[in-house]
């Protein structure tokens, strides 16, 4: 096979990968119910000031959505933050939409997802369900109000596919 051919052949593979890809969207969109899990987690991270020091700058810590602990009488700091994973959720208009929210890390987190009127307290160890219509298409958050500026999630409303 000559070059040209060979670049073809790669092109075209990647053309089926591209619609195969695309054919699964709507497979799965089709039954129009739509189910997510979103977990309430708290990445962390530190070192000790012989490694690195501890920051001139430390992170925004006032809205409770990011924790600095100073160093320790062992120089260890560290530093977290809570958030969403994922925050961002797809769907389309029409679409009957779950979302299982999962507490993970902090004892509890009062959410709020005022475009579709929920609200409700994610609590460690516990599943909290909501379900609602996605009737609007748009960009509408899902907070944390105990957590911020870190604990934003973002519910993307697509136009319904024709
Ligand atoms: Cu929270």
Redesign the pocket.
Known sequence: MGNASKARARCSAAIVIACAAVAGMSGSAEAGKRTFTIL?IEPKGGATIDKEPFPAQPLPTAG??YVVRQPDQNGRWEVSS?VWQPSQIVVEEGDEVTLEFAGIN?K????TISAFGQTFT?KRGALTRVTFLADNIGIFGFV????QPS?NGELIVLPKRK
């Open positions: 309430a409770g959505g809570y902090g509890e987190h009062p959410t994610v944390c109000s105990a957590h604990m």
